[in-house]
C-alpha cells in the first residue's frame, strides 16, 4: 500500500515462504518472529494463531513495534489486559483486525444508528452461517463470533450485562460447530448471534430494529448490502379502544447506494494512518478486550450448557 513497503515475511512453514517469495519477491524471508522484531521494520502484522495473538502482541511492542493483530485479540480477557498495558508502556499503535468495522455498508449502518434515524434500538441479530471450512483449533464461536460480536458493542455502545450460549459439536467431538450466542444489555437491548460452519446456505447478515426504522447488512448479496426498512408500529397519542392501540407502519423500503472499497484495505490504511498521526484505532486495544470479554462470557456459558453469566461493569 502507499506509505508502506513490505520488507520481511516469517513464517515456520516453508510452503508459505515460497508463497511469500512469489508474490514479494523483494522482502526478505524470515523462519521465526524474533527475525522480524529484531530488525528495522517500524511495523509488524501478526496472522498467527489465535491462541498465540496476545504473546506475539506483547513481543512485538516490547521490541517497539507498532502492531496489526488479527482477531481476537486473546482467548482470555488476562491476556488482553496485559496486552492492554504493554500498549500504555509502549507508547506504539496496536489496532486489532476487526474487519468488518471498516466495511463501508457497517459504516453507513453505524451512521443511521448514531443519526437517531431508526429511533430507539429495541434488539438486533446477526447470522453468520456456511458449510464452510471446519477447524480445529477453535470452535465457532471464537472463530467466527467476533466479527458480529464487535460489530454489536460498536453499534450499541458498550458490553452487555449477561451473555449465554448453546452449541452443538456434531462433527468433532468437543468442537462446537454450531452455536447460539444471547446478550441483554444494560439498555434493556437483546442481540443474538447464531454461527456455524454448518448449514446449507452461506448467510453473512446483521439486523437491527429500532422503533422507527429496520436495517438489514447482507454481505453476502453483490451489490444491495444494505436495506432500510420503514416500517413497524405506531402508537396514536390517543385511542378510545384497544385495537386502536397499535397500528402497523408499512413504509417505503430503500436500497441505499454503497461505494464498496474492499473493507481489509480500508483497515491497512487506517493503522498506516494511526502510525502516522498518533490517533487512537477504531478497533483499538480496549474495544478488543471488550470483544474478549463477551467471548469469554460466551464460552464459559457455552461450558455450562447456556447458564447466563454476568459481565462486570
Known amino acids: 500500500m502507499p506509505g508502506a513497503e513490505l520488507v520481511l515475511v516469517c513464517d515456520a512453514d516453508e510452503a508459505a515462504r515460497a508463497r511469500a517469495a512469489a508474490l514479494a519477491p523483494s522482502a526478505r524471508l524470515g523462519t521465526r518472529l524474533a527475525d522480524a522484531l529484531d530488525s528495522d521494520v517500524d511495523a509488524v502484522v501478526l496472522a498467527t494463531p489465535a491462541v498465540r495473538h496476545a504473546d506475539h502482541a506483547r513481543a512485538a511492542l516490547r521490541a517497539g513495534k507498532h502492531v496489526l493483530v488479527e482477531k ?23 489496532m486489532v483486525g476487526h ?11 453505524a451512521e443511521l444508528v448514531s443519526s ?73 437491548v437483546l442481540a443474538q448471534v447464531q454461527l456455524s460452519w454448518l448449514d446449507p446456505r452461506k448467510e453473512r447478515r446483521l439486523t437491527v430494529v429500532g422503533s422507527q ?65 498518533g490517533a487512537t484505532p477504531r478497533t483499538d486495544v480496549t474495544s478488543a478486550l471488550d470483544v474478549v470479554r463477551v467471548l469469554e462470557a460466551a464460552q464459559e456459558s457455552l461450558d455450562a450448557d447456556g447458564a447466563p453469566v454476568t459481565l462486570a461493569g
Open 213 to 277: 426504522k429496520m436495517v438489514e447488512l447482507d454481505d453476502v448479496h453483490p451489490t444491495e448490502k444494505l436495506r432500510i426498512h420503514d416500517k413497524g408500529y405506531d402508537a396514536p397519542p390517543t385511542f378510545t379502544e384497544y385495537s386502536e392501540f397499535l397500528s402497523i407502519r408499512q413504509g417505503d423500503t430503500l436500497i441505499p447506494r454503497v461505494v464498496m472499497t474492499e473493507p481489509l484495505e480500508l483497515e491497512c490504511k487506517h493503522f498506516l494512518d494511526c502510525i502516522a498521526t
Open 116 to 188: 437517531g434515524e431508526l429511533g430507539d434500538i429495541l434488539y438486533a441479530y446477526a447470522l453468520r452461517v456456511n458449510l464452510g471450512r471446519v477447524r480445529s483449533d477453535e470452535n465457532a464461536l471464537w472463530s467466527l463470533a467476533p466479527h458480529d460480536v464487535s460489530m454489536l458493542l460498536h453499534l450499541l455502545g458498550g458490553v452487555p450485562e449477561s451473555v449465554s450460549a448453546r452449541g452443538g459439536s456434531y462433527l468433532q467431538a468437543g468442537v462446537q460447530d454450531v452455536v447460539f450466542v444471547n446478550m441483554r444489555f444494560p439498555t434493556g
Open 72 to 94: 481476537p485479540l486473546a482467548l482470555r480477557a488476562a491476556d488482553a489486559e496485559s496486552v492492554a498495558a504493554a500498549v500504555a508502556e509502549s507508547g506504539k499503535t496496536l
Open 99 to 109: 474487519l468488518m468495522i471498516y466495511h463501508p455498508a457497517f459504516t453507513r449502518l
